[in-house]
């Protein structure tokens, strides 16, 4: 099946309609073929989609692969976050990506609960022992809020410290941002799994507000190219295709532990990758 000791994993978000569940049972069926460690379901800050996100690790189990939901910890009390762990424990979930999550502008004076994600590894680790494995956000080119790079590289140290057994990036386009960072944190003594996020690139323009705001940055080459495919969207994609394939083979030529992919639910972009790299 795959020649590639690395795994691949493969990331949703849930949806909304009956429709939009059946068409994700038909996506995952086929990403299938390329033997992922595990599918993960996204999930809303403040336990906005807690129902759908529990429905599609519910479906993912019942199609026996194993499941990871995303953990958000802002706007919830650590009570609510542990009933919600206490179902997924029940349900038979082993994998937990652990999350702070985003706090919609505004909301966030006098809120109280856990504040950072290292903390809600804490609380998952005492409460749960060993129980789950506890995965945790990683930021190649650091996170929009972080004071320095040096303050965020320290805040992930942190995190890493308090219990977590593998970490996801961000998505990027720039490997070296990858490498420099699995070294700076190896350099202070972490030395989890840090695992790519590979977000496949079908849209320029969306791609480019959601970059904005996430702080992963488009190169420079990269941008100016796709813009000047205008509307040509098969040119994009075609352009795309190769700028990602040969990042993830260089990723796993010099030792990224696998590649976690940010599906957006569709399996097109995302198995043309994975056969391409052999998997
Ligand atoms: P943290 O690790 O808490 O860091 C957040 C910021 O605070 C950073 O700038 C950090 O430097 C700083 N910081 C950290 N700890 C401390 C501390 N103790 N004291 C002071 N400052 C500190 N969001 C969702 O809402 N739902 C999802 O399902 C989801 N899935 C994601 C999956 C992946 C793989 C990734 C990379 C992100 C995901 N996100 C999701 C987005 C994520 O919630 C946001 O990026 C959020 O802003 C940060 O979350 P974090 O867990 O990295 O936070």
């Known amino acids: 099946m795959t020649g590639h000791p690395q795994k691949l994993s493969f990331e949703f978000f849930p949806t909304r309609t009956p429709e939009g569940r059946a068409k994700q049972v038909t996506t995952r069926k086929q990403l299938r073929q390329f033997a992922p460690g595990f599918f993960s379901c996204t999930s809303g800050a403040g336990g906005s989609t807690k129902d759908g996100t529990l429905q599609t690790i519910t479906d993912i189990l019942n199609e026996g692969t194993p499941a990871a ?3 958000p910890c802002v706007g919830q009390t650590p009570q609510e976050i542990v009933e919600l762990l206490d179902t997924y424990k029940a349900l038979g979930v082993r994998h937990i990506v652990a999350l702070r999550g985003d706090i ?10 856990l504040r950072y994600a290292n903390e809600l590894v804490e609380l998952i680790k005492h409460t749960y022992g060993s129980h789950f494995h506890i995965e945790i956000a990683a930021y190649p080119e650091y996170h929009p809020q972080a004071r ?14 308090a219990g977590a057994d593998s970490a996801i990036t961000q998505y990027f386009y720039n490997a070296d941002a990858y490498f420099r960072f699995v070294d700076d944190v190896q350099g202070r003594g972490v030395d989890i799994p840090i695992v790519p996020g590979i977000m496949p690139i079908a849209s320029f323009s969306k791609l480019a507000r959601f970059s ?34 040969e990042m993830c083979e260089r990723l796993l030529r010099e030792g990224a532990p696998g590649l976690h992919f940010y599906t957006l639910n569709q399996a097109g972009l995302v198995s043309t990758i994975c056969q391409r790299l052999g998997y």
């Open 104 to 113: 919609p502008s505004g909301v966030g004076a006098g809120m109280t609960g």
């Open 148 to 161: 320095s790079a040096e303050d965020d590289i320290n805040n992930f140290v942190r995190k890493a410290k």
């Open 212 to 245: 904005d705001t996430c702080g992963a940055e488009i190169p420079r080459w990269l941008r100016l190219k796709l813009q000047s495919y205008a509307d040509d969207t098969a040119a994009i994609k075609a352009l795309a295709l190769d700028v990602v394939t």
């Open 69 to 71: 939901p995303h953990l």
